[in-house]
């Protein structure tokens, strides 16, 4: 038997030069930890806990692990978890983007390195489930996805109240003057009061939804809540499917293909998903050496409608989704639309499971039919043009379409300092017809691409009733927000893209039906502007700053690392 095909803790021995010794050495330590020979004998489950005490979305991991566990041991295997990096999202500074691909590697490396035969991936918080995904799709043992799975809302004086759309909407009244400083403190503790992650469509959610579109988490374990009992049971089922994997491996890279991808983009489009949705999906597909088009992103857009009524487009909580039929329900009316031999994690394809799963019932408040689909065409659109060459994402399902086609005055903020700086200057010269523009927010400006494309409505008019007008930026946004904003304008500014040129004063022309975004400036002056360019940051002498400025790609190329995508 050559070492490759070796199982359990026999796989991957530690190299001292003896083989014999290197397992003699591993079960004695193993059996220092208290494990019989029986149980090392047995197939290795992986358990990739990424918990932590900066990281609220996984509290529950240590019950939610201890499912996963019984059904690894109920099903002939040995459990043994192990930690990884952790991406608290509202914990990391500048934001937790910047450490998606260092947890991608730290997952890949750990699965590839230790000895498992396959492993149950536990997340849920933003980057954290794409990280798992990119990691697994690399190292490509047979790997169960298994979520955290969302927030309940609250009652809070006669409304239901969830992270985090409900935190940006009392935020913005608070910054209207509508909210004073003791209610919006009363309102801070009512947002977020149970485990799980958002209790919106945000991105945990977003991503929750395409891990089970893909085919790599187990059906309808994508909404189920963070404190509900059927959570326990997706985990414990998830061990059981863990372990018949190392007998009938199907491995990452035999789900995760270009129709598989393509499926997942329908979903996210008819689901009004997270804009970061396309950014993950992109890096994860790019490990497996599939490429996301934009043009195609558009193409799908248009023939795929908005089915789910939740926030932040709609009125409904991911708990109500669950209630509602989940994902399932959402995929059946997709059903035309879907390549349905696309394999999965059980070992049935995506057809296989949606025949099982014929006249289950849905709530129609919360899953309208393909026929009666709550907007026509997907929530997002990807703009081109002579300010965004490489691409540009706008939610417009969370947008204003009345502001869909105009041409506006540029109010350039040349970095998230001076737009903290200048946003509620009283003697700030911008009105609701302008275009809030936001340089220096992406890849490589040293913030790391953070959430900041929500550019806040200045204090002014905000005060004076304006809830929307167009904002540009190279910046992402929060699955939970909402508004007309341009995002991931490519090239970023940062590496000297057209954004990079954008001046007070000048012209930006917005078309979402001709799928436009262009800056109105000859071309000789901004020749001339580039040539007095220069990059707005030092780059990094050391550390992981430094990795990650050399090698990150741009927002087209899911901002992975370019030795990390698979040719």
Known sequence: MTQSSKHGLARGLTNYGDPAFSLYLRRSFAKSMGYSGELLARPVVGIADSRSGFNNCHRHFPELIEAVKRGVLAAGGLPIEFPTTSLGEVFLSPTSMMFRNLMAMDVEEMVRAQPMDAVVLVGGCDKTVPAQLMGAASADVPAVQLLAGPMMPTSYKGERLGACTDCRRFWAMHRAGKVDAAGIAEVEGNLATTAGTCAVMGTASTMAALAEALGMALPGSAAIPAVHADRLRAGEASGRRAVELVAKPIRPSQIINQKSVENAIRVLLAIGGSTNAIVHLTAIAGRVGVKIDLHRLNEVSDSTPVLVDLKP?????????????????????????????????????????????EGAWVDRAVVRPLADPLA???????????????????????????????????????????????????????????????????????????????????QKLARAGLKDMVRISDARMSGTAYGTIVLHVSPEAAAGGPLALVRNGDRIRLSVKERKIDLLVPENELAKRKAAWKPPVPPPARGYAKLYMDHVLQAEHGCDFDFLRKA
């Not at 109500?320 to 999965?344: F, S």
């Not at 523009?437 to 200045?458: H, R, T």
């Open 313 to 357: 487009t709609g009125q409904f909580y991911m708990s109500d989704l669950y209630a509602a039929g989940g994902v399932g329900a959402v995929l059946r009316e997709l059903k035309p639309l879907l390549h349905l031999e696309c394999m999965t994690v059980t070992g049935e394809t995506l057809g296989e499971r949606l025949a099982h799963e």
């Open 376 to 458: 026509k065409e997907g929530g997002l659109v990807a703009l081109f043009g002579t300010l965004a060459p490489n691409g540009a994402i706008l939610k417009r399902s969370a947008a204003d379409a009345n502001l869909f086609e105009r041409e506006g005055r540029a109010v350039v903020f040349t970095s998230l300092d001076d737009l903290a700086a200048r946003v509620d200057d009283p003697a700030l010269d911008i009105t609701p017809e302008d275009f809030m523009v936001l340089q220096n927010a992406g890849p490589k400006s040293g913030y790391a691409m953070p959430e900041a494309g929500y550019l806040p409505i200045p």
